[in-house]
């Protein structure tokens, strides 16, 4: 219930008006460490990008492994403004596929989107070895040839777009989202306003 209030209470003062109240409960730790006065007390460890910048935190989430898994991601501003979130089940895999179908899936968004294509966008995943094979010039595993090569042929596409790791702590919304695929709440593609 007190999820619930602060949630309507963010709403209501237009700091979360535009998702919806549900993402909004999931995300009140990252707006609740917003709207401290400084930054270097921040607990979820998210550090804004630079001032035209965006931060796409992407997650895959799997309950077991391999089992039913989804995805899930949210996409914000320098000024933590969400612009963009996502969360989809994709079926029965192992965790480290459902990583990399977040990475996939956060492109198609970034590339679907005109306005955004012309920022740069650093795409942020907590599976260091996802992230090092987008970056590098293995391909993981066998299954995954085809996705990683079509996210790499999206970097080399767009040099404005950028692929990072992150600590666990500092992709907990995403982490939220994915779950919320993996359990099968219904797919999600919602566009903020910004």
């Known amino acids: 219930m007190i999820k619930f209030r602060l949630a309507l209470w963010f709403k209501h003062y237009d700091v979360g008006s535009d998702i919806d109240l549900t993402l909004l409960i999931l995300d009140l730790k990252d707006r609740c460490d917003d709207f401290k006065r400084t930054k270097s007390t921040r607990c979820s460890g998210w550090k ?4 035209m ?4 935190f992407v ?8 089992a039913e898994a989804g995805i899930g991601g949210v996409l914000r501003d320098s000024n933590g403004k969400v612009l ?4 989809f089940y994709i079926g029965i895999m192992d965790l480290i596929s459902a990583e990399v179908f977040a990475i996939h899936r956060a492109c198609q968004i970034v590339a679907s989107n005109l306005p955004i294509l012309h ?10 070895s996802v992230v090092s094979w987008i970056n590098g010039d293995d ?5 995954l040839v085809g996705l990683i090569h079509d996210i790499r042929q999206f970097k080399i596409s767009l040099a404005n777009v950028d692929f990072k790791f992150t600590p666990r702590v500092s992709n907990s919304l995403a982490d939220s ?5 993996s359990g099968g709440f219904g797919d999600r ?3 903020g306003s910004g």
């Open 119 to 128: 920022r740069k966008i650093t795409i942020f995943n907590d599976s260091s």
């Open 48 to 51: 804004p990008p630079s001032d």
């Open 53 to 56: 910048d965006l931060s796409f």
């Open 189 to 191: 593609l919602e566009w």
């Open 177 to 181: 989202l994915a779950k919320r695929g």
């Open 59 to 66: 997650d895959g989430s799997v309950r077991g492994n391999p």
């Open 84 to 87: 963009c979130l996502f969360s």
């Open 139 to 143: 391909f993981g595993n066998f299954i």
